[in-house]
């Protein structure tokens, strides 16, 4: 009788156990469920559906558009200023090569801009001798060495840059080995050269090469060459002209 009872109270203990077992695998399922809705409701927020997603990427692809149209405007409003600060600038240059009848302002106002327009750091500036035809150095600004065919009073050819641009008046921008120029600016009067702006060095923050330059070199081939050839004659002219007052007076005095 006893055993039996031992053996009833075991079965009862055994299946308490198992009870409890149960309950605490019914409370597990339930908090798992629990977690898979919440889940399933986050899940709701985060991903849209079909037609909010298909909104999503609409709206997305409007705003890489109108980033795209934005950094196209600001490439075209740089690029408008860049073009108006230039034009700006050829209006000064070309303002200060005819301000003037005097040839030494005339010679100061095409170094200025060879200097700030261009960012040449040496260069020289050949006139042709109307009586010897002979190119005079008549300007000379920065290290041009002694040696130099430029570092003379008078250039009598030899570098093949100058005198071929000198020849035929076309500007010459490319590098030769025979050649210590980096550009030769033939300055022309109609179809007469008469004279060259010979750059043969830029300044060092100078990074854009001369070939971006081109409207200034232009502007310089042109109106520099007929700036100075008016100079020229006016200088003559009115050396002239005081000649012949400095007669008249004389003669007035005898």
Same mark, same amino acid.
């Given at each position: %009788?006893?055993?039996?009872?031992?053996?009833?109270?075991? !079965?009862?203990?055994?299946?308490?156990?198992? *009870?409890?077992?149960?309950?605490?695998?019914?409370?597990?399922?339930?908090?798992?469920?629990?977690?898979?809705?919440?889940?399933?409701?986050?899940?709701?927020?985060?991903? @849209?559906? @079909? #037609?909010e997603q298909t909104q999503i990427q609409s709206l997305q692809?409007? $705003?890489? +558009? =109108?980033?795209?149209?934005q950094e196209e405007l600001v490439a075209q409003l740089v690029?408008? +200023?860049?073009?108006?600060?230039?034009?700006?600038?050829?209006?000064?240059?070309?303002?200060?090569?005819?301000?003037?009848?005097? @040839? !030494?302002? *005339?010679?100061?106002?095409?170094?200025?801009?060879?200097?700030?327009?261009?960012?040449? =750091?040496?260069?020289?500036?050949?006139?042709? #001798?109307?009586?010897?035809?002979?190119? +005079?150095?008549?300007?000379?600004?920065?290290?041009?060495?002694?040696?130099?065919?430029?570092?003379?009073?008078?250039?009598?050819?030899?570098?093949?840059?100058?005198?071929?641009?000198?020849?035929?008046?076309?500007?010459?921008?490319?590098? !030769?080995?025979?050649?210590?120029?980096?550009?030769?600016?033939?300055?022309?009067?109609?179809?007469?050269?008469?004279?060259?702006?010979?750059?043969? =060095? %830029?300044?060092?923050?100078?990074?854009? @090469?001369?070939?971006?330059?081109?409207? $200034?070199?232009?502007?310089?081939?042109?109106?520099?060459?007929? =700036?100075?050839?008016? !100079?020229? $004659?006016?200088?003559?002219?009115?050396?002239?002209?005081?000649?012949?007052?400095?007669?008249?007076?004389?003669?007035?005095g005898s």
């Amino acid at each position: %009788m006893t055993d039996q009872k031992s053996r009833s109270d075991a !079965a009862n203990e055994d299946g308490s156990q198992v *009870v409890e077992a149960l309950g605490q695998l019914k409370s597990l399922l339930d908090d798992a469920g629990h977690l898979a809705k919440v889940l399933e409701n986050n899940a709701r927020l985060v991903i @849209p559906r @079909p #037609d909010e997603q298909t909104q999503i990427q609409s709206l997305q692809e409007r $705003i890489r +558009e =109108a980033e795209n149209d934005q950094e196209e405007l600001v490439a075209q409003l740089v690029e408008a +200023e860049r073009q108006a600060g230039k034009l700006t600038s050829l209006y000064v240059a070309t303002y200060q090569l005819h301000a003037s009848l005097d @040839p !030494a302002e *005339v010679r100061s106002a095409i170094a200025e801009i060879t200097r700030d327009l261009l960012g040449a =750091a040496t260069f020289v500036l050949l006139i042709q #001798d109307e009586n010897e035809g002979e190119y +005079e150095v008549a300007l000379a600004y920065g290290d041009v060495a002694a040696e130099s065919r430029f570092g003379a009073p008078s250039y009598d050819g030899g570098d093949a840059l100058v005198d071929a641009a000198l020849t035929d008046g076309h500007l010459r921008l490319e590098r !030769a080995t025979d050649s210590e120029a980096l550009a030769v600016v033939p300055l022309r009067v109609e179809d007469s050269v008469v004279g060259a702006l010979v750059i043969l =060095a %830029m300044l060092d923050h100078k990074k854009t @090469p001369l070939s971006e330059d081109r409207d $200034i070199l232009d502007l310089l081939a042109a109106h520099a060459a007929s =700036a100075l050839v008016a !100079a020229r $004659i006016y200088s003559k002219t009115h050396r002239k002209l005081e000649t012949l007052q400095g007669l008249v007076g004389l003669l007035r005095g005898s």
